[in-house]
């Protein structure tokens, strides 16, 4: 017999899903993930006549985004599937894939919290897998768990909530064991921030793996969350699937239009990127000097295990003006934000250590 499914309760202004930072001001926003940097000049111009000419419909192919980004990936167009934001296509890839009440989606846990709200909408059953030590991906127990219901399996890298990253080559390994069939999609909202050579780029592993997808976003590096853009990169059956079940002009026109300027302007971003991750590093060897130990991450947050703590430390924030998320029990995720916001979570982190 089929466990019965998980349910979920309703969002509410105190879900994961609604972020923290929009319930009460702050100060500093370190709770989304988001970059703490506004649109560039150049992207804000592109915005702004876009907004000019808000009374016409969006390309509906996001054509010039679409071949753009083709370049850039260095893919075919019909390798591609945009949606508002990565969540809008993985809501699309897992309502195209899962079959209703039989099919199992797999992903590790603790993991973005929209994982278990978009299997929900497609009717599919989570299967949830523990993170292995250093609160990093268990491939092994993963592959392990995968059964005769599974259709997709999620591998969150970096990870959120913990910025972790799996080896490439276990990655690559992984990949090889998955049965024909099951779907792997490997989401990389943070690819930008990695550093580390050992991790794998999931674009270069599409060769010869056409049960293999990979979904990025604007959210993050490109610091454009609020419009709403993301995209898969796929064979071209399986983008093509993706596209089929999207909602028709759910990429708007803003997003199309930011998207395109911030790829004319990667290299400026790119290097608000590596300020960035200096401030990760800066940040974690701070966290780390303190004896609060953050996970290795190869993301824009950090993740502080602290337990039972969690809740504290981030009251504890909040009271200084911090809005960091915690996760009551399990730990605090922190945002790498403006070196002044970093600054303000370390004061608090440094009040809160634990005494030599
Ligand atoms: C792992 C992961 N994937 C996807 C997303 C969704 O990003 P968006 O829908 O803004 O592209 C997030 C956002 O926090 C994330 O952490």
């Known amino acids: 017999m089929r466990p019965p499914r998980p349910t979920r309760p309703r969002p509410s202004p105190s879900h994961p899903l609604v972020p923290p930072s929009r319930e009460e001001p702050a100060v500093h926003l370190l709770a989304a993930n988001e970059n703490p940097y506004p649109p560039l000049p150049s992207v804000a111009e592109a915005l702004a006549d876009a907004a000019g000419r808000a009374n016409r419909y969006p390309d509906r192919a996001a054509t010039e985004l679409t071949d753009r980004l083709a370049e850039r990936l260095g893919v075919p167009a019909a390798h591609l599937a945009l949606g508002a934001g990565s969540v809008g296509v993985l809501q699309h890839l897992l309502q195209s894939f899962v079959r209703a009440d039989t099919d199992e989606v797999l992903y590790a846990w603790p993991s973005f919290e929209a994982y278990p709200h978009l299997t929900d909408i497609a009717r599919g059953t989570s299967v949830r897998v523990p993170l292995g030590p250093g609160a990093v991906h268990d491939l092994d127990a993963m592959a392990a768990a995968v059964g005769e219901h599974t259709r997709v399996v999620i591998v969150c890298n970096p990870n959120n909530p913990t910025g972790t990253t799996v080896p490439g080559a276990d990655l690559e390994r992984f990949l090889d064991r998955m049965p024909a ?3 792997v999609v490997l989401d990389e909202a943070y690819r930008e921030f990695v550093t580390d050579p050992r991790s794998a780029d999931g674009v270069a592993l599409l060769a010869g793996r056409p049960d293999l997808v990979v979904v990025r976003t604007f959210s993050k590096a490109y610091g454009l969350a609020g419009l709403r853009i993301g995209y898969a990169v796929a064979h071209e059956p399986v983008a093509a699937r993706i596209r089929a079940a999207a909602v028709p002009f759910g990429v708007n026109a803003a997003a199309q ?7 004319a302007a990667e290299s400026e971003l790119l ?7 200096k401030e990760r590093e800066r940040t974690a060897l701070a966290l780390t000097d303190l004896g609060l130990a953050p996970a290795h991450s190869e993301a824009n947050f950090l993740w502080l295990g602290l337990g039972e703590r969690a809740a504290e430390f981030g009251a504890a924030c909040a009271e200084a003006g911090v809005a960091v998320r915690a ?3 399990e ?19 440094a009040a809160f250590a634990p005494r030599p």
């Open 181 to 183: 069939g099951v779907l």
């Open 331 to 349: 730990g605090v995720r922190i945002t790498i934000g403006t070196p002044e916001a970093n600054d303000t979570a370390l004061a608090v982190a």
């Open 327 to 329: 996760f009551p029990g």
């Open 257 to 263: 239009a930011g998207a395109v300027a911030s790829l």
């Open 271 to 277: 290097s608000r990127v590596e300020e960035l991750v």
